[in-house]
């Protein structure tokens, strides 16, 4: 009995080892496998991020597929050499790496979800491809608008969507009159097909009623995009020199600026319309924005060279019908650049004109200057004495004009206020005519500056 058990202990003993043998073998050959697969889960976030692969295909993965090598060609050489080394390396050495890709794969989701912002926000390859697409129809057009001698072109850039901005500006500084001394001032708005036809349902109907009331809408078959500014440029001054040749001065600008118009007469005063006049708020010396989270990068492979010529910023500036004439035949010649400021500098700079820096023009806002954190910018004494001033809200367009032309505006300045309309400073009109001049602001200005139309 005593050899019997015996044998039943040398047994159970031989099984256990058989057992552990069994565990241990198991483990060797199924350990590499899944360090493999936390090493395809970590390549594949890879080419995620570059952009080859949907985020399905992330979540979806299966291991040890054999078409990793095909769609993730752009793939850093790294990552198929980090797989032969798991595969043939020890035990020991796949857990750290599998530790490496756990830390990796927890990381990767964070990382795959701000994907296309860190991409280019615009396809530059297909701007580049499709730029020599220039000439788009004119879908609404105002063909009486520069009929007679006109003084001054007031030209907005504008979407379809920008209702209530284009109201304000009608109602305030973009609003069409005659001078004193018979000059003419009118104004128009140059929109493109918004992109999004569905955030404004019934958009063309809109603005074919808006130019049917008020008469100053341009409208082209071109999505109206922030890169497709060019085309408006190019369109607007080919329509100058097609419809409206005999055009004076052009003020030409952005729908949230604040523009002081009789004080852009002023500085007009004696200056020849068919000499060449370019003047705004110039910027020299800058340099391509290459960071490509910014809303002006430009890659190297469009714009090759370091810096930009002298252009104005497009909140607004002020040329000659001269000048804007012979800008529409350099846009024809100047190769297409998708920042419309820049390639208005480098159409001046083909004809050979310096633009030139007025102070009074604002486009880039007013600073608050640090030494003196208390100052008030919003200041009407400050804005009476500017040209342009940029980035406004319809409130403030709306409150700054009310301010201007309040009788009792009180500043330092020994200067009259702003009257309307568009008087000089230091002139005072006839009795009669003041008394006009009131009335009509009176009933144009009741607070019923959205509802009127």
Known sequence: MRRIHIKGDVLCTLLMLGLLCLLLYAHQCFT???????????????????????????????????????????????????????????????????????????????????????????NFEGYLRDKDNRDFKLLIDQPGKCSGELYM??????????????????????????????????????????????????????LAYESHTFGDILLWDFDDTFFNLTLKETHFLQWVNDSCSNVQFIF?????????????????????????????????????????????????????????????????????????????????????????????????????VKPSRHEGFRTFGIVRPSAAPHLQVFDPCFYRELMVVHSLTVPQIWLMWNLLHDPQLSCHSKLAPTPWPFKWRGKVLATTGQKDSETTVEQDYDGKVFVKH
């Open 32 to 122: 590499p496998t899944w360090d493999t697969w936390h090493l395809e889960q970590g390549s594949t976030s890879s080419c995620a991020l570059l952009g080859t692969l949907p985020e399905s295909h992330v979540t979806k993965r299966v291991p040890s597929t054999p078409t990793d090598k095909t769609k993730c060609q752009s793939e850093p050489q790294s990552h198929p050499k980090s797989k032969l080394q798991s595969k043939s390396k020890p035990k020991t050495k796949s857990k750290s790496k599998s530790k490496k890709d756990k830390g990796t794969k927890n990381v990767a989701p964070s990382k795959a979800a701000p994907v296309l912002p860190t991409q280019p926000p615009f």
């Open 252 to 352: 030409k600008g952005d729908a949230d600026v604040y523009v002081n118009i009789d004080n852009i007469l002023q500085m007009l005063k004696g200056q020849k319309p068919d000499k060449d006049l370019f003047v705004g708020d110039i910027i020299h010396h800058a340099r391509p924005i290459r960071r490509r989270s910014s809303k002006y990068f430009v890659p190297e492979f469009v714009y090759g060279q370091t810096m930009y010529p002298s252009y104005a910023g497009g909140g607004g500036f002020v040329m000659s019908g001269h000048t804007a004439r012979r800008l529409s035949g350099a846009c024809q010649q100047v190769e297409l650049f998708p920042i419309d400021d820049v390639f208005l500098g480098m159409c001046l700079q083909r004809i050979g």
């Open 153 to 206: 072109l007031i030209t907005i850039k504008s979407v379809a969507a920008d209702f209530e901005r284009r109201q304000v500006v009608r109602h305030t500084w973009g609003r069409e009159g005659v001078l004193q001394n018979l000059q003419t001032v009118k104004t128009v708005f140059l929109l493109g097909v918004p992109r999004n036809k569905t955030a404004l349902p019934l958009w063309d109907r809109l």
